[in-house]
């Protein structure tokens, strides 16, 4: 028996409903384009503010969703940088396309740092939908802003999302695809970090509420951020020319850097220099696995730098980071040793002077706690008679050392090194 046209109808439309439900359909059939009307009081009061309060020109923005938004210590974490917050907390990849004549376009950043897509996947959108809408913002803002540097930071996953974390891992990859096939787009991956051991997500990066970041995890992405591309130049040596393994890794801020003379002034010795200037004792936690773990080191030497204490960190923070380093060394490399030298005092930040101190007695305190580790105190050798910093031994910013104070530093170092 034939059933009526209009019968037929009804029944396929009931089919597809179900379906759609059960998740039969193809991504693209069961997506569903959000409203960005939902945000319109959010982005108004980003334009009044705007009025009152005109944002710089040239700066960098961070725009996207609630990581974004609840990201109160960025001014701080960037300090010498001019930057801008607009985030907006539930946004997806299409409304950032959305709002971006609004909110991106007018401030004619210098650089873009764009994070979304996490709630894109949580809403039924396809990793592959991600892209789409990223490419569009792409598209867009360089239609506008041709000279804008537009990075990518990646979906992070979280205990609330584990069970999407796959889809995270889809759209992270095809995006980091699409931003090395450009050639101009960034693609910061602070994804590994987010991950322990066990490979779920660590805890203690995020709140209460197990989705967003705690300050500990806008550690992680500001050290990414900041060094990502100092990795990438890393990576390519070690593809270059394989890491060789069993020698001496020195790893630490710019005062490992500029010292160009390393290898030079210890030959009997294999080193390797993999120093990234500015940065902080945390940044060689956070890339451990990257600039030490490759070479299989016998020995690395540690500078912890200044720059911790000159952002605003207690001695006893960079004391438990310079443990949380140790502990990263006992677990993955326990037959290295560790020799790290002491926060030199310079006339730039002598005013620094008594944290300093503070921060190297706990320091060589640990390591006199474990037979491990050893404490380079090259310190009193950079003092004159007088207490203060030799002033022949540092360049015109009276920060970074000239050639007499590395000369120094050869003489105290070398002896750790056999």
Not at 187 to 197: A, E, K, R, S
Not at 217 to 246: H, L, R
Not at 332 to 359: M, Y
Request: hydrophobic share 40%.
């Amino acid at each position: 028996m034939k059933l009526p046209v209009v019968l037929l109808g009804r029944l396929r439309f009931l089919a597809l409903i179900a379906a759609g439900s059960l998740g039969l359909l193809p991504a693209c059939a069961a997506e569903k384009a959000a409203d960005p009307a939902r945000f319109e009081k959010a982005i108004a009061a980003y334009e009044a503010e705007d009025k009152t309060n005109a944002p710089p020109k040239d700066a960098t923005l961070f725009y996207g969703a609630s990581n974004i938004r609840l990201w109160k210590s960025l001014p701080q974490r960037f300090g010498k940088q001019k930057v801008i917050n607009r985030g907006f907390g539930g946004s997806q990849l299409s409304d950032c396309v959305h709002f971006a004549d609004r909110v991106v376009i007018p401030y004619a950043p210098k650089t873009i740092y764009l994070n979304a897509g996490g709630n894109d996947l949580h809403t039924g959108k396809s990793p592959e939908q991600v892209l789409a809408d990223f490419k569009a913002f792409v598209t867009k803002v360089r239609a506008a802003l041709p000279m804008t540097k537009i990075n990518y930071l990646c979906i992070p996953t979280s205990p609330a999302r584990w069970s999407e974390v796959e889809q995270a891992k889809q759209a992270n990859q095809l995006i980091a695809d699409y931003a090395k096939a450009d050639g101009q787009l960034g693609f910061i991956n602070y994804f590994p970090q987010l991950l322990g051991d066990d490979g779920q997500p660590r805890a203690e990066l995020f709140v209460a509420d197990k989705l967003h970041f705690s300050e500990a995890a806008y550690d992680i992405v500001t050290s990414c951020i900041k060094w990502q591309g100092a990795m990438d130049g890393f990576a390519k040596q070690n593809a270059m020319n394989a890491p060789v393994k069993g020698g001496i890794v020195f790893v630490g801020s710019s005062s490992i850097v500029r010292w160009k003379s390393l290898a030079q002034d210890f030959p009997e010795h294999k080193v390797v220099n993999r120093g990234f200037g500015g940065s902080d004792m945390f940044d060689s936690v956070n890339y451990f696995d990257r600039v030490v773990l490759p070479h299989q080191p016998r020995l690395i030497v540690l500078y912890p730098g200044g720059n911790g204490i000159n952002a605003g960190k207690t001695p006893e923070r960079v004391e438990a980071e310079f443990k949380s380093f140790a502990a990263l060394v006992k677990q993955k490399l326990p037959g290295t040793r560790v020799a790290c030298i002491s926060i030199a005092g310079n006339p730039a930040r002598w005013k620094q002077v008594d944290q300093v101190r503070e921060a190297n007695r706990r320091i060589e305190a640990v390591c006199k706690a474990d037979p491990q580790f050893a404490f380079i105190n090259v310190f009193p050798h950079m003092m004159g008679p007088d207490g203060t910093p030799k002033p022949d031994i540092f360049v015109e910013d009276n920060l970074h050392m000239n050639e007499k104070g590395y000369a120094i530093w050869k003489e105290v170092v070398g002896p750790f090194l056999k």
